[in-house]
């Protein structure tokens, strides 16, 4: 018999004895699930995006709440808009903390909340994403439409462009730059990205669900994916400090501007920043080590570059299974920003790019992206949340310690709440003068970015991202598809889920079309 399939079976045992033993004799009751030894198999031989059509199933079974009784703690999974609104905005303090790590990494989304949380937090989104920052990256998001184009054009086949991979290596130089402040040169971004993307593919794959669950026995009996995690971590520490010193080198020399402007960096931002000294383990007085640092860019590279990658494919995608949406996008970029000039030669900076002024004046635009992150959250869920305190919801009690988790893709088609749920329809933002609160403060009807305290800080950049590279993918481009092949919809689990068979696409220049 496989040695896995005793030691689930083993931990499964375990679990189930261990929670009978500690069952709750006070007659509180969680929220409805399954028995222990199924939530317990369903857990461990799943990732958590795995997990979404059985707890589809559970959600009709057994309500909008449910719980899968895991290990020593109970995991409880929400689907409804209103008791995600009531659970994370109304009663945010409770359920913004995060599930205690079993190893310490100083990250934003790992962080408990607390002091170390809010410092972090406010120094990525007030010294990187504050609009007059993200303004002033404005230089590099030229120089990456430069460089997508480039690899766009230079990819013209019959059978049409995979674009995925050129869309994330585009994500992916735009993020380095933020980073670092450096415009790195192919095979340094490739070199950074392998070992993110090997990071990124193994938290992803499920396979240390185990090691958080049963921590001590973990680290013991899965010594190799503890061996695999280190060996992937000294790789990424190997390839980010040289690109962090050599930044904190140059601080304060030529090297730091570009053009007349001073760009500053992310991890210009890290290097005087103090954590709270009695939070702080590293022995470094609060201030962040070299290898802190790692995790932090780490951290910035991959939360902004798949998540915002796979919407963008998502996007064009639609865009090219509905030929008439996106004549009408190209029509309100025309109304606007006037016929597209040729597409730059490759290599070379594009004549002119739409700007960010000008992308606030096309609704439509902006609607066929919510559209999109609504029928295709590139997460299905949010990062797990921990439960800070015991808490009564719906006559249900929600333990302290818990993990609670929301369904995101659930809420964003549930038929209650949007009419024609599966359709692609732009038009449904277009009400109230387009006027959508993507935060959730005031009601939850969609939440690709979360809600609440830990809603993403980079939602404004992803959505500038997205709207800049539609915008300008749209106004130089016809997109259509190859022929003979439809655009197929459906959906894979990787970090994101991402479209299963990737988009093949073809592109024309808009002015060929004027010039024949
Ligand atoms: C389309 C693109 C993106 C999507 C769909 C997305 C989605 C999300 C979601 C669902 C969460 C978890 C919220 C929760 O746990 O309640 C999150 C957290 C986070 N995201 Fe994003 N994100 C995107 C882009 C970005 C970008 C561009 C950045 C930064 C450069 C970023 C940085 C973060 C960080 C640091 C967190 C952790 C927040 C915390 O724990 O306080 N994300 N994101």
């Known amino acids: 018999m496989e040695t896995w399939f005793i030691i689930v079976v083993s931990l499964c045992i375990a679990a189930l004895i261990r929670s009978l033993l500690f069952r709750r004799s006070d007659g509180k009751k969680l929220p409805p699930g399954p028995s222990l030894l199924s939530s317990n198999f369903i857990i461990l031989t799943n990732s958590l995006s795995g997990l979404e059509p059985i707890l589809r199933n559970f959600k009709a079974k057994y309500g909008p709440i449910i719980t899968l009784s895991i290990g020593s703690r109970p995991s409880i999974f929400v689907g409804s808009h209103s008791l995600a609104h009531q659970l994370l905005i109304q009663k945010g303090a409770v359920f913004s903390d995060r599930p205690r790590l079993t190893s310490p990494v100083v990250n934003i989304s790992s962080a408990a909340y607390g002091a170390t949380w809010r410092v972090l937090r406010r120094n990525l989104a007030s010294e990187v994403l504050h609009p007059s920052r993200v303004k002033s990256y404005s230089w590099a998001r030229n120089w990456v439409l430069q460089i997508l184009i480039g690899r766009l054009q230079g990819q013209k086949d019959a059978a049409g462009i995979k674009v995925i991979d050129h869309f994330t290596y585009a994500m992916f130089c735009l993020l ?263 935060t959730g403060s005031k009601g939850i009807k969609m939440m690709p970015f979360g809600a609440g305290r830990r809603i993403c800080p980079g939602s404004d950049l992803a959505l500038l991202h997205l709207e800049y590279f539609v915008a300008n993918l749209i106004w130089y481009f016809n997109w259509s598809p190859p022929d003979g092949y439809d655009v197929d919809l459906s959906e894979k689990i990787e970090f994101t889920i991402v479209m299963e068979n990737p988009l093949q696409a073809q592109i024309s220049p808009r002015t060929e079309k004027i010039t024949s």
């Open 176 to 438: 380095v730059f933020m980073c670092f402040g450096e415009k790195l040169d192919e095979h340094r971004i490739n070199e950074i990205a392998a070992v993110q993307r090997r990071l990124l593919l193994l938290v992803a794959s499920g396979r240390f669900n185990v090691l958080g669950l049963f921590p001590r026995l973990g680290k013991i009996l899965f010594r190799n994916r503890w061996n695999e995690l280190f060996q992937i971590r000294h790789d990424q520490e190997e390839v980010l400090i040289p690109r962090i010193k050599s930044r904190i080198e140059a601080a304060n020399t030529a090297k730091q501007s570009v053009g007349e402007e001073r760009i500053v960096a992310y991890v210009d931002s890290l290097v005087n920043l103090q954590l709270p000294e009695e939070e702080a383990k590293n022995g470094n007085g609060g201030k962040l080590t070299h290898k802190e640092m790692v995790s932090l860019c780490g951290e910035f590279l991959n939360a902004g570059t798949d998540t915002t990658a796979t919407a963008l494919q998502w996007i064009m995608a639609n865009l090219v299974k509905h030929p008439k949406i996106q004549s009408k996008l190209y029509d309100e970029i025309v109304s606007v920003v006037g016929p597209p000039p040729p597409p730059p030669p490759p290599g070379e900076e594009p004549e002119s790019a739409i700007s960010e002024d000008e992308l606030k004046k096309l609704p439509y635009l902006k609607a066929v992206i919510l559209e999109s992150l609504r029928r295709h959250p590139p997460g299905h869920f949010v990062l797990p949340h921990r439960v800070a305190k015991e808490m009564e919801v719906q006559g249900f009690t929600i333990p302290e310690g818990a993990t609670i988790n929301f369904m995101v893709a659930e809420m964003g088609l549930d038929p209650t709440v949007w009419e024609d749920p599966m359709e692609f329809k732009p038009e449904r933002f277009l009400v109230n003068n387009g006027d959508f609160d993507i």
